[in-house]
């Protein structure tokens, strides 16, 4: 490989960390309120409203029907009103962010409802309100499947973003077609999955090792 393909080749692997960074990021922020609304405004939670939990399941189910090819193309034109632009990395991390959340959301919610609901009803009866209720148990509870679903949200938006390189996003799936599918750099296609490989076992060592450590039932 020439000195500058390994110079794009270091370029796109920031790219890609940058993506699935920030829009996990996004998806941890926005994914786990929506995760605790779903469980909390279900029968018998602890702010039950089936009206409100049937049209945020719908909403979320919605937005996870898309797969996410079309749902890049549908929102360019709200990326190029957020970020001002439709390619590019930074364009790339408003529809990665707006698919990996809901599904997060899901992933969130099935860790939530696993929490022992003998601990909500005696926080309940100490007089714990809602707030206490999802500070005190419910998150630390679920803690562990809560990181353990954003490692795996983290992993599938390793191949998202690669995705989003087909249309312009930049990052490892950009230089994989760009230069090893239509270059015929057989060299790059090999470095790609190399580091898509190693990257994608990082993260899932990094968060078994923090599952570990947060699971006290071990």
Do not use: K
């Amino acid at each position: 490989m020439s000195p500058v393909l390994f110079e794009l080749l270091l370029r796109s692997i920031w790219e890609t960390v940058l993506m699935t960074g920030a829009s996990g990021l996004i998806s941890l922020v926005f994914g786990l309120p929506l995760g605790l609304a779903l469980v909390a405004t279900d029968r018998g939670g602890i702010a039950e409203n089936l009206w409100v939990n049937r049209i945020l399941g719908a909403l979320i189910n919605g937005f996870r029907s898309v797969p996410f090819i079309i749902l890049l193309v549908a929102l360019i034109p709200v990326t190029r009103l957020i970020v001002g632009t439709s390619i590019g990395t930074w364009a790339a991390i408003v529809p990665l962010s707006i698919a990996a959340t809901p599904y997060y959301a899901r992933i969130a919610e099935v860790s939530l409802r696993e929490v022992d609901h003998g601990l909500i009803e005696a926080a309940r009866a100490m007089g714990g309100n809602r707030w206490t209720i999802v500070r005190e148990v419910l998150v630390p509870e679920a803690l562990p499947g809560i990181v353990a679903g954003f490692t795996v949200t983290l992993v599938t938006l390793v191949g998202a973003s690669a995705m989003a390189g087909a249309i312009g996003a930049g990052g490892l799936g950009d230089l994989a077609i760009r230069y090893g599918y239509q270059r015929f750099e057989t060299s790059v296609m090999v470095a790609v999955v190399v580091v898509l490989i190693v990257l994608v076992c990082g993260i899932q060592w990094i968060g078994d090792r923090l599952v570990a450590r947060l699971d006290h039932r071990g």
